[in-house]
Structures are given as structure tokens and as C-alpha cells.
């Protein structure tokens, strides 16, 4: 006997910066054409519902996505989103979320790096990292207040070193071994927000003795 489909549900709502957000969905065993979301936007989840509204926009790229643009979405309220059939009779999932607790930023952009000093031996060199925060990301108005994490490791490890978290964008990196190569990135979330969002590109790090050629980037 084989194992049964899963019914469809909601997979995530994440929105990148408090502005727009989007959910996606799995069909399981049923066409992307036979689903449909509604939803009800109200100040507090258990207020007695309002007319159910269907989505604002099914995406065209991905046929399981449905867009709420500016129009569409309040910050500091609930959403009650409901996965339906395309007549209606059934509801498959149901989701609550506020907007302000499903933001993953965009990765941060132009990370790069810049070499402080080495010591004495050579054997050790602290780096200066900087970026810009995510372009999608409303920072200078202080609508979204960011928390950043690098990571870095030794591309012979797989083990990635965690920082702590700054709110700037600028560290440094002390204590990193000379004719090593280092594989370094950095991705944010927002004060207070549960997830963080996806890394930036990777920039990559070796840092010769002295006498034994220039840096390379």
C-alpha cells in the first residue's frame, strides 16, 4: 500500500521588507489551477470575520504564489489566509500571521573586505567587512531596523564561525590565519523578527605572509 499524498497546504507568507509580502503553496496531488487563497485582514484575530477576499494576484511566474502588493498590505494587523478548493467546499489550510513577524530581508548587497593589520609574524591578520544594507530594505527612514550576522570559515571546513549580531554595517574579524582561504558571508533579519533572510554573495579571503606576494580578493 503506498503512502498517501499530503492534503495541500500553505508552505510560507514572508515578506522582505514590511511593504509587500507574498505565500506560496504545495498542491500535492491536485493542478495549480484547482486551488484558490482567500483571505481577511481584521486588527485582532479573534474580531468576528469580515468578507473573505480572494488573492490579489497569482503570480504569473509561480503558479502556487499569491502577491499582496502595497495596496494590500497592513503592517500590526492579522490575516487570516485560508487554502481553498476552486469551488470553495473545502478549505485545505489555514494560516494567521501578522506581517510584522514574517519579514526575511533580502540579502545584504556589496560586501567586501579590507585588511587593518597582520602581526608582528605575519602569522595573523585582522579584516575590516563592510556592506550596504538590502536594497528592498527601507533602512534610512528607520522602517526596518536590521540586525546583521557574518559568517566566515576556513574552505577546508565546512564548519561556519558565527559572529555576533551588529547593527551596523561594518566588522571586524580578528585572529584570521595568513595563506588560508576564507570564505566569508553575511545575511540580516530585522530587530526583534524571528528569521533571518538569505546571505549575501560570498567573498573570499587569502591573506599571504608578508614577502609572499600580494592579497588576493
Given amino acids: 500500500m503506498g503512502m498517501q499524498s499530503p492534503s495541500p497546504h500553505i508552505t510560507s507568507c514572508v515578506s522582505a521588507n514590511m511593504e509587500t509580502f507574498h505565500c506560496r503553496w ?34 504569473a511566474q509561480s503558479p502556487n504564489e499569491c502577491f499582496f502588493d502595497e495596496n494590500h498590505t497592513s503592517v500590526w494587523t492579522f490575516y487570516t489566509i485560508q487554502l ?11 494560516n494567521i500571521i501578522d506581517v510584522a513577524d514574517i519579514v526575511q530581508p533580502d540579502p545584504p548587497q556589496e560586501l567586501t573586505w579590507t585588511l587593518l593589520n597582520q602581526s608582528v609574524t605575519s602569522t595573523y591578520s585582522d579584516i575590516m567587512l563592510s556592506w550596504k544594507p538590502p536594497e528592498s530594505a527601507d533602512v534610512e527612514m528607520g522602517w ?14 565546512e564548519q561556519w564561525q558565527v559572529t555576533d549580531l551588529v547593527k551596523s554595517t561594518s566588522r571586524t574579524l580578528y585572529g584570521l590565519k595568513s595563506n588560508v582561504d576564507y570564505e ?34
Fill in 84 to 94: 481553498r478548493s476552486r469551488d470553495q467546499s473545502i478549505i485545505y489550510d489555514e
Fill in 144 to 157: 526596518l531596523r536590521l540586525l546583521y550576522e557574518v559568517q566566515y570559515r576556513n574552505m577546508d571546513i
Fill in 26 to 59: 504545495n498542491v500535492s496531488s491536485l493542478q495549480s489551477g484547482e486551488l484558490r487563497l482567500f483571505y481577511i485582514n481584521k486588527k485582532h484575530p479573534q474580531t468576528p470575520p469580515n468578507e473573505w477576499r480572494e488573492c490579489p494576484h497569482y503570480s
Fill in 184 to 217: 566569508v558571508r553575511v545575511h540580516c533579519k530585522t530587530l526583534g523578527g524571528k528569521a533571518f533572510g538569505e546571505f549575501s554573495d560570498s567573498v573570499f579571503v587569502h591573506i599571504p605572509s608578508k614577502g609572499e606576494g600580494s592579497l588576493l580578493s
